[in-house]
């Protein structure tokens, strides 16, 4: 197997790595993955990765995708820096129409390769995307924003003097009084 650990050729064709059992390890940097950089608080970051590319018991061409980082994602409670552990482990199956994807859903994560080539790096990306969180927020203790938001809410507690009512239920106790 031959593993290669200089930067991700730009497009391949996926089957043919399959074949030849090639992989590939290295690191990407943040400022390389543009749909990942907004995300982040500091715009930087390192992802670790490792592909392994081969050919299953059914003949389908699979990768192996390993990724790791350590990330500041922006919190959406207090949109400070929130450390972020990235941890991905997945297997994709490369097919060329999605008819040939039924019944590989179980196994592995499926990628219809529309062209005759695929890019490694938005591939990575997606899978990267794809290990976030919906909405990165710190847990509800380790937020300055969660204090002030329950000291808000506090104020904002209605008072039972402000009862929007109260004037309309004086108006027909005095309306009832007067047809007395």
Do not use: W
């Not at 399959?18 to 715009?43: I, M, V, W």
């Not at 990306?125 to 506090?154: F, N, R, W, Y």
Request: charged residues 25%; hydrophobic residues 45%.
């Amino acid at each position: 197997m031959a593993e290669q650990r200089t930067g991700l050729p730009a497009r391949v064709d996926v089957f043919r790595l399959a074949d030849a059992g090639k992989t590939f390890s290295g690191d990407l940097t943040a400022k390389e993955l543009g749909r990942l950089l907004p995300l982040l608080a500091n715009g930087e970051g390192t992802v670790h990765y490792h592909l392994a590319f081969y050919r299953d018991a059914e003949g389908r061409a699979v990768a192996r995708v390993q990724l790791d980082a350590q990330l500041a994602l922006i919190c959406q409670r207090c949109m400070r820096a929130m450390p972020f552990t990235l941890a991905v482990d997945t297997r994709l199956a490369f097919f060329t129409h999605e008819v040939e994807v039924k019944g590989a859903e179980a196994q592995y994560e499926p990628v219809i390769v529309a062209e005759d080539t695929l890019s490694l790096t938005d591939t990575l990306e997606d899978e990267i995307l794809l290990g976030l969180p919906q909405v990165a927020m710190h847990a509800p203790d380790a937020c300055k924003a969660s204090t002030i938001i329950d000291a808000l809410a506090e104020e904002e507690t209605p008072r039972e003097d402000d009862n929007p009512f109260a004037a309309l239920a004086a108006l027909k106790q005095k309306d009832t009084q007067n047809s007395d």
